[in-house]
């Protein structure tokens, strides 16, 4: 799970394995598996750091 933040300030956890895409169109566009789309404040790069790190994360602890 990454923590982002929507466009109108509100922080939100979100699951990041079921991210499909991230587009920068300008703002950051996350596409769910769902279909479900979320705008986000952080960039393109911090989101793909932020899964990375997660990701790290979990690998560290198997």
Request: proline share 2%; net charge neutral; with cysteine.
């Amino acid at each position: 799970m990454i923590e982002v933040t929507r466009m109108n300030g509100q922080k939100l956890i979100v699951n990041c394995e079921l991210i499909l895409t991230v587009e920068e169109t300008p703002d950051t566009l996350l596409t769910f598996t769902s279909g479900h789309k979320l705008l986000v404040k952080e960039s393109r790069q911090e989101i793909i750091g932020l899964v990375k790190s997660y990701k790290k994360e979990i690998l560290a602890g198997a």
